[in-house]
């Protein structure tokens, strides 16, 4: 019988990449400009803490429930696709689908029963009504999780990109009007109110991936690899799966129980350096802010994660070691390309996003910065090891990381000279430890030794000297444009400097042979041509 083609065509790591991170880039800026929104409608930061809280608490039950799978998926559809097994491929992705969605109805369910217990240990009682009306996205997200999984195998990311920026659009809009709608009720219902816009996003993401994987058919195998269609027992499915998915699962279930460790920690430690319960929950507020506008650049790192994967994978399973090096290698370039110079823009200019944001206490995003470099690292790392059949090790190396992190914020953020600050040193250990380690084991287990020196210099170079235009034109600007008022003012001349920047960094790059024809071609040729390279 005719096999027919894939409705959906595979991509280049780099342009997965590209594709990815366009969209991680507009879901995490959507997601940015929501928090002032919120912070105003709940009051300031103590009252968006208690919505954070319920967030928090959410996510961790929500990646127990998809992280590992999902991963599984990519990396079991990728490998028999490679292999020329088109026929396993589809099934063990059905198999992991069904186990998703039983794993998605019993967490909801658990979730559900007890969110007020758990709202409570955590010292926000007002977050119960949220976390009960979040719950159920915990099976939306699982079936969404695995569609995407499996798009993710065909090495496709549009469809993943298309539905995470829509589903974002429709959480902001039905949050912000179910906020609005109920916060006269006071903090209980509205945190619940912006915990049902979560929901509506995740079920319009869902019906997308489900149309894209409808006009999918028969998936693509290598250009050049014979048919190998297989029969494999059920069970050999479940334990290939199994085999993937749990440590997966543990790892990033440690990496967010160090995120829940902080939402039951940094409040009481804060409390126990002397502030009042009110300064408090507003410092760790600001915590959780200065945490969100960090997640926009590392979206570049988590879309990276995403493209290399199944790339890796691929080739691993077809023993072609050395060009899994080499992409391991192009995959560290990019990430710096990426990471750097969003870390020095959030360093320097910390005082001037926070305005335009209207968030508190710029000094904790200027500290924490170039932390956004070493948590690129280690997720980069991570994903590779999982590539490689490295699991277990790579989880390991997060939970000392995040078991660092909890002792050295009991300890640190009790001391009142450093409070909050704690809380940064902390994540910078947290990330180094694993780092060392990783590269060690891939060293040792794969021979695998990739050099981070010399892709982060020019990056380096080049963010540092974008900062020379940049930095004073945005002050210029501000002293023109002082009649405009101090907001409009700020935020005019924070844009314009920040086009500069890129700009400037943009041709260092290039000059600099830090970014090649080559590379842009790899990521779009439409856009290499239309910039004349």
């Known amino acids: 019988m005719a096999k027919r083609s894939s409705g959906i065509s595979a991509q280049s790591m780099a342009r997965g990449f590209a594709i990815l991170s366009v969209a991680s880039i507009a879901v995490k800026v959507l997601s940015l400009l929501f928090v002032p929104i919120l912070r105003k409608l709940f009051g300031g930061s103590a009252g968006y803490q208690v919505y954070t809280s319920a967030n928090q608490i959410y996510a961790f039950v929500y990646v127990i429930a998809t992280a590992g799978l999902p991963v599984a ?10 292999l020329g097994d088109r026929k396993s491929a589809g099934r063990s992705f059905r198999l992991a689908r069904t186990f998703l ?12 029963i007890l969110a007020k217990p758990i709202a409570h240990a955590s010292g926000y009682d007002n977050a119960w009504l949220g976390i009960a009306v979040i719950a159920p996205n915990i099976l939306v997200c699982a079936l969404l999780s695995a569609y995407r999984g499996y798009l993710q195998g065909l090495k496709n990311m549009t469809p993943t990109a298309v539905s995470q920026v829509i589903e974002q659009i429709v959480h902001l809009f039905v949050a912000i009007a179910a906020v609005l709608i109920l916060r006269n009720k006071g903090i209980l219902w509205a945190v619940a109110g912006a915990s049902f ?8 993401a869902l019906a997308i991936v489900i149309y894209y994987y409808m006009k999918v058919g028969t998936p693509s195998i290598p250009e050049g690899t014979p048919e190998n269609d297989k029969t494999y027992s059920t069970k050999y499915y479940l334990r290939l ?8 699962t543990l790892s990033a279930a440690i990496q967010y129980g160090g995120t829940i460790i902080d939402v039951f920690i940094v409040k009481s430690r804060l409390i126990a350096s002397g502030l009042s319960e009110n300064a408090a929950a507003s410092l760790h507020g600001d915590l959780s802010c200065a945490r969100q506008l960090i997640n926009v650049p590392t979206a570049l790192v988590t879309a990276l994660c995403v493209s290399v994967l199944p790339v890796i994978a691929g080739l691993h399973a077809e023993g072609k070691t050395d060009e899994a090096r080499k992409k391991a290698s192009e995959s560290f370039k990019l990430c710096f390309i990426a990471a750097v110079p969003c870390s020095v823009a959030l360093m320097v200019f910390a005082d001037q996003i926070y305005g335009v944001l209207d968030f508190d206490t710029p000094l904790i995003m200027t500290t924490m910065a170039m932390s956004v470099v070493f948590m690129g690292i280690v997720h980069l790392q991570s994903s590779i090891m999982q590539s490689i059949n490295l699991l277990y090790q790579s989880t390991i190396f997060v939970g000392i990381g995040v078991v660092l992190k909890a002792v050295l914020n009991y300890v640190l953020i009790g001391i009142p000279g450093l409070n909050i600050y704690g809380a940064v040193i902390s994540t910078y250990i947290s990330y180094i430890v694993p780092m060392v380690l990783n590269a060690i084991v891939l060293i040792r287990r794969r021979s695998m030794k990739i050099d981070l020196f010399e892709p982060l210099v020019r990056p380096t170079v080049a963010s540092t000297v974008m900062l020379i235009p940049s930095f004073p034109l945005y002050f210029l600007i501000r002293f023109i444009l002082k009649f405009t008022g101090a907001y409009v003012s700020n935020l005019i001349a924070f844009v314009i400097a920040a086009v500069v920047a890129v700009a400037v960094y943009y041709v260092v790059m290039r000059l600099s042979g830090g970014l090649t024809k080559e590379d842009i071609e790899s990521i779009s040729p439409k856009l290499a041509r239309k910039l004349k390279l």
């Open 73 to 82: 998926i990519s990396k079991t559809v990728t490998e028999f696709l490679s």
């Open 101 to 112: 969605a039983v794993i998605g109805v019993v967490l909801t369910i658990l979730l559900i």
């Open 197 to 204: 816009g979560t929901v509506a996003g995740s079920v319009t």
């Open 241 to 248: 799966i199994a085999r993937y998915s749990i440590p997966i």
